[in-house]
T-cell receptor
């Protein structure tokens, strides 16, 4: 398996623009997580899905952030409009599913820079 | 408030010596703990885990110790190698595959 695939790897955008980050989880994994890494807050959970259903989005910082998982093999994280403080590395991760004490597998991340 | 804390942002160790990375947590309901390793420009990768029913888990050069009464866990790397230089994240979860809660990470530098 190719692992969790994220695109793009790098994104530079101007303040006010819409940004869409993409994620393909590992096939067969039922849980998908979006994390954001910053120097100040480390790795923080934004939202997670079980079986394509959003379970907890309490980590989404503002209404400007939204996430979707239209099917088991694809998820997006959208920021509209983007702001300089959104600059961070965004990670997508997947894991096999509920009831399993197991690790989450991370993608390589998308480094977002909002200027 | 941080539920998982790594109070040492960085650590330097001589090659061949032991590296000890520490982690504290506040929620006694956590029952599964993990360590992840992260190289620059890569995603975190799983290193080792421990269930709350155990107090030690060993995998080669890596050993994780759990002290539930102190809400403390540590990762020991013996012997340390230059390739171990990375950021190490401690993580915790509740049983049933809930999301991992991460600490802020400790940057380990192993000096040759």
């Amino acid at each position: 398996d190719a692992g969790v695939i994220q695109s793009p790897r790098h994104e530079v955008t101007e303040m006010g623009q819409e940004v869409t980050l993409r994620c393909k989880p590992i096939s067969g994994h039922n849980s998908l997580f979006w994390y954001r890494q910053t120097m100040m807050r480390g790795l923080e959970l934004l939202i997670y899905f079980n079986n394509n259903v959003p379970i907890d989005d309490s980590g989404m910082p503002e209404d400007r952030f939204s996430a979707k998982m239209p099917n088991a093999s694809f998820s997006t994280l959208k920021i509209q409009p983007s702001e300089p403080r959104d600059s961070a590395v965004y990670f997508c991760a997947s894991s096999p599913g509920q009831g399993a004490d197991t690790e989450a597998f991370f993608g390589q991340g998308t480094r977002l820079t909002v200027v | 408030d941080q539920q998982v804390k790594q109070n040492s942002p960085s650590l330097s160790v001589q090659e061949g010596r032991i590296s000890i990375l520490n982690c504290d947590y506040t929620n006694s309901m956590f029952d599964y703990f993990l360590w992840y390793k992260k190289y620059p420009a890569e995603g975190p990768t799983f290193l080792i885990s421990i269930s709350s029913i155990k107090d030690k888990n060993e995998d080669g050069r890596f050993t994780v110790f759990l002290n539930k009464s102190a809400k403390h866990l540590s990762l020991h790397i013996v012997p340390s190698q230059p390739g171990d230089s990375a950021v190490y994240f401690c993580a915790a979860s509740f049983s049933g595959n809930t999301p991992l809660v991460f600490g802020k990470g400790t940057r380990l530098s192993v000096i040759a």
